[in-house]
């Protein structure tokens, strides 16, 4: 399996996206050919840079405006062909991008189409070259691959074959169904991307918000399919305009690439495995499975809830985490066996606050301060859990043991916090009592029982990133995108969250520098924890209970309150309760959601109390402005 990036795709020079591309682990790039023409060299010195850093160069794009074109214009082509293919051969590019013209003199002819890329295909045929012919779907007259295909069809030339990109067909609800049935060696060059469902010119979706596979809204699996079942073997690459990754760091970018094809894969190879085993079994699936070593990384764990969450501390800032804990009605259970960490807990919930010099705690506390450095997942294959996060591009990371200490599986989640795969198996108390010194004192609590929800902040160019994490790494589902308006900007989220709902994140980034979530990017750094939300069975006995403690809540305007009735029919007692309480209301077809938050200290961390009624599957977005508000003026 060959892959493939356009270097469009990344953000810096030339030289830098190529060496970012080599380490990522591709085979190939797609040389976009104005990342060529502000080069510092020339093209064999291109050539060489590339073959140095291990890769091959597939395909040089995109040759424009050719096909359907009255005969000074094409003459003209044909030379301008020429010194292109001049410089493919000095680089040792053996292919040719050409995409559907968008020229307002381009005809409305196809067999002239035909007769004139048939004459570019001799001319690069001539020279030991091919050429690609891609519809863009947004070509003056050829916009669709069946049409691009009767083209190519009806020129017949050996070094004329088709070039097929997801974003072309999936933008326009095309059908891929037709793909299958295309010769699979006519088809030259498969380039896929993704994208978020947007109502905009397609042209515009195209050049400025293309993502990676698994990134987006496209069925990019069922298109990958269909193209393998047509019997396409050439590299799998991405072509992916996209605005943020212009600017993101390369080497991210890379790696997300890297990541999102080989999810891909594994999804296309299931679907495939299927088919060649179905009752009536595809030979083309079976045939394309054998050809291709599509990646097969550990399948997607199950988990069981969070096992505990675990805050950077030092000397100074332990014993303030202490009292914040131990005011939600934390008790303090335990001394870690051989470092300097307290076990906190409360119903299911564990809180670790790791206070260890010189630990990989302890250098996130020296980056960000107090803050969540870990997370602890509990999953029924640890290891497994672990092994596909590697495969799919995560780095493992191993911390060192004390005596009798459990080994828990562990990565680098994007941002450089930590995520540990904990035995489900180990029960709730397992790996505490394993680590730690637990001391069983009972204290009352204030009646928290799970976490809920842990809410991440993240800069914009980290939210596709954690996207395909979340999707990818993790195997969660993830809803729709929102918007949700802070009185300083707009912050964009989206929950994540596996089929049992033990397990649910919630990805926020801010649109704009000012708003909350931005500041706690800024300070508790990229895919920090911006709140952590604890599920109860009683809210307005957890929250009297936590004032009782002393914990503050945001307060909400009472306009809120004369409003909520016009939204809902709610039972006036349950209104006059959330009035006096402070608490939010949300409801779906599914059930009902009351919920609170606490006040932060400084613009620090806060938490949220949640109590779910029904088979409410949300996170009260609708709120989310009230919540702000009150942030803002508290
Ligand atoms: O936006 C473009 O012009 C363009 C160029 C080459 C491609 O392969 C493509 O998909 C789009
Ligand atoms: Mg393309």
Known sequence: MRRSIATVSLSGTLRQKLEAVAAAGFDGVELFEPDFT????SAADLGRMAADLGLTIDLFQPFRDFEAMPPEAFTRSLDRAERKFDLMQAMGVPLMLCCSNT????????????????ALADRAARRGLRVGFEALAWGRHTSLY???????????????????????TLSLRDDPAGIADIPGDKIFFLQMADAPLMSLDVLQWARHHRSFPGQGDFDVVGFYEQVLLAGYSGPLSLEIFNDVFRETPNRRTAVDA???????????????TARAAAPE?????????????????????????FAFIEFAADEATAPQLDVQLRQLGFRRVGRHRSKAATLYRQGDIAMIVNAEPASF??????????????????????????????????????SPLGPGEVEVPAIVSPGGNLMHFVDAALGPDGLFAADFVLDEGQAPDAGLQRVDHVALGLNLDQYDTWTLFTRAVLGLSLAESQELADPFGLVRSRAAADASRSLRLVLNASLSRRTLTARAVNRRGDGGVHHIAFACEDIFDAVARLRARGVAFLPISPNYYDDLPTRFDIEPALLARMREAGVLF??????????????????????EVVQRIGAYDGYGAANSAARMAAQAQA
């Open 281 to 305: 079994p595809d030979a083309r699936a079976a045939s394309a499975l054998a050809l291709r070593g599509l990646a097969e990384p550990p399948a997607a764990p199950a988990f069981a809830g």
């Open 38 to 41: 502000h080069f510092p060299g």
């Open 146 to 168: 069946g049409q691009a295909w009767d083209i190519v069809r009806r020129a017949d030339h050996p070094a004329l074959g088709l070039i097929l990109d997801s974003f072309h």
């Open 103 to 118: 020229s307002p003199l381009c005809v409305d002819a196809p067999a002239l189409a035909a007769e004139q890329l048939h």
């Open 258 to 272: 890297m990541r999102s094809l080989l999810y891909l894969e594994s999804q296309v190879r299931e679907r495939l």
């Open 586 to 607: 949300d409801r779906s077809a599914d059930g009902d959601f009351l919920h609170i938050y606490t006040r932060a200290a400084d613009e620090g961390l806060f938490f």
């Open 361 to 398: 705690a302890r250098s996130r506390f020296e980056l960000h301060g107090p803050s969540v450095c870990a997370l602890g997942l509990r999953a029924a294959q640890p290891q497994a859990a672990q092994d596909r996060a590697v495969a799919l591009c995560s780095q493992r990371h191993r």
